[in-house]
């Protein structure tokens, strides 16, 4: 059975800490891996990876996949209070459109 | 770009009653699908369409789930009949391409069972 699984599960941090936050998966025939950041309502798209050790990234926020050991990092620098959310990793296996969605990490950013 | 429609945005009912959960997915956008979220299972996918077809319903949970989606423009999601364990926020989200990267989900529908 497929499985993505995220950690840790919840993160406190101050504001300007750098986060790491993990995910590690198990599907049959891999397409991609996404990250998607929900605040209070419908998940919104940050990254697709396909390839291993390309870093994607945009602002403060860059992901790394790595496809040999099956996981993946997103990091956050200089975290500010606006980027605490659920942070959602999905795998899409090559079984046509489907995400599997790991339970998230929850990161609260304290002032 | 109105982006992904759901209604309603919340509902409440009793144990037994019909629900009906409506999306209108962005307007060019051949894929469709149907997420449950709870606190306990996370970001479940049910159900999803592509070119108005059913391709994967291998999620919908039981019997009591059914999925619709008679054009391009509009899904249902029925639960019939409504127990308190389908209490949960139910996403739909749209993809234009034939790959499920990019999803653009709608607000949601919270639905409480009571």
New interface residues.
């Given amino acids: 059975e497929d499985k993505v699984v995220q950690s840790p599960l919840s993160l406190v941090v101050h504001e300007g800490d750098t986060v790491t936050l993990n995910c590690s998966y198990e599907v049959t025939n891999f ?2 891996l ?1 990250w998607y950041k929900q605040e209070k ?5 940050l990254f ?1 990876l396909t390839s291993s050790g390309i870093e994607k990234k945009s602002g403060r926020l860059s992901s790394i996949l790595d496809k040999k050991e099956l996981f993946s990092i997103l990091n956050i620098t200089a975290t500010q209070t606006g980027d605490s959310a659920v942070y ?1 990793c ?1 795998v ?1 296996a090559m ?10 990490t929850r990161l609260l950013v304290s002032p | 770009d109105a982006g992904v429609i759901q209604s309603p945005r919340h509902e409440v009912t009793e144990m037994g009653q019909e629900v009906t959960l409506r999306c209108k997915p962005i307007s060019g956008h051949n894929s469709l699908f149907w997420y449950r979220q709870t606190m306990m299972r996370g970001l479940e996918l049910l159900i999803y369409f592509n070119n108005n077809v059913p391709i994967d319903d291998s999620g919908m949970p039981e019997d009591r789930f059914s999925a619709k989606m008679p054009n391009a423009s509009f899904s249902t999601l029925k639960i019939q009949p409504s127990e308190p364990r389908d209490s949960a926020v139910y996403f739909c989200a749209s993809s234009p391409a034939d790959t499920a990267y990019e999803q653009y989900f709608g607000p949601g529908t919270r639905l409480t069972v009571t």
């Avoid at chain 1, 079984?95 to 998230?104: A, I, N």
Wanted: proline residues 5%.
């Fill in positions: 397409r991609s996404l309502k419908a998940p919104t798209f697709m959602l999905a899409e079984s046509f459109q489907k995400l599997v969605f790991g339970t998230g």
